[in-house]
């Protein structure tokens, strides 16, 4: 496990308090090579969807280096989380993860992301997404590094990436991942409930109404669509609420473990995923 901090060189990115897009080609280069391809493809996707450049990323860019106190707290709260990270993982999991974990500033590509850089398994980590949501502090810096980890681990000791995915396979493979993921950040944390994304008022709200997002998100799943679904991202909302589906996929693989390990669950395949799946939404409806 590698800990990388960019944030030094990050700020050249800017000038005069302006977020510079060829100052940032400069840094990301030199700071991070082989992920400026990576961030510019995810920022035309978004902008082909329907974002714009002006209105939805500048604004979140340009606010980096005018909050100086959010970025000092972030940028502490990621050397803290990540002094013992490794030992941490080993002690609960009996085995570490083998990826770079960076503190970058990205063009609003995610607060975490991971993902392959010159082929090496990479945990981004976006200061500006980071400090948009304030997840700043201890607790927030750890569910989020932790959460990246346990994708990363699911990729090295099981099965994560499925190419060509398409329909409701698509959405009920991210179901699954972010629960496995969620679930790992758990065990970390100690918490069977813990969240990192909001506060107990979101996690109540969940609780509450555990049956009608399942039911929701099992109705929708037909015709889920990037541009339709409503479960996954900050950007998304499900009657108010945001991340949903991770609180979702948190219940869905507590279930999975009541008859099976969780070193057995992350190499589940596609076809595996849907009939349990089934038995959940049974168990629930």
């Known amino acids: 496990m590698k800990i990388i901090n960019t944030l030094d060189e990050a700020l050249s990115s800017f000038d005069e308090g302006a977020f510079d897009i060829e100052r940032w080609k400069k840094y990301i280069d030199e700071a991070v090579p082989g992920a400026k391809e990576l961030c510019m493809a995810d920022m035309e996707e978004c902008i082909a969807a329907g974002y714009k450049w002006k209105e939805d990323f500048l604004p979140v860019l340009n606010a980096v280096p005018g909050e100086e106190k959010k970025l000092k707290e972030a940028t ?8 013992d990270l490794e030992e941490t993982v080993l002690k609960r999991f009996g085995r570490t993860v083998h990826a770079d974990i960076i503190l970058y500033l990205g063009l609003c590509n ?54 060509g995915l398409s ?19 758990q065990e970390i944390m100690g918490d069977t409930q813990y969240f990192h994304q909001y506060d107990k008022a979101w996690k109540a709200w969940c609780d509450e109404h555990f049956e009608h997002i399942m039911a929701s998100f099992d109705k929708d799943l037909a015709t889920m669509t990037d541009e339709t679904q409503r479960y996954f991202g900050d950007w998304v909302l499900f009657e108010g609420h945001g991340d949903t589906g991770y609180y979702l996929g948190a219940r869905f693989v507590r279930f999975l473990l009541k008859e099976d390990r969780f070193d057995n669950l992350i190499s589940y ?15 629930v409806m």
């Open 167 to 185: 329909g409701s396979d698509k959405y009920l493979w991210q179901l699954f991942t972010e629960g496995i993921a969620m679930v790992f950040e």
């Open 110 to 163: 995610g607060a975490g992301w991971v993902t392959s850089v010159n082929g090496k398994t990479t945990v981004l980590l976006g200061i500006e997404k980071i400090m948009e949501l304030n997840w700043c502090s201890v607790d927030d810096m750890t569910g989020l590094i932790v959460h990246e980890l346990g994708h990363v681990y699911q990729d090295e000791y099981g099965v994560l990436s499925k190419e």
């Open 76 to 83: 502490e709260s990621f050397c803290a989380v990540t002094k």
């Open 269 to 283: 395949d596609v076809e595996r995923v849907r009939e349990v799946y089934l038995r959940f939404v049974n168990s």
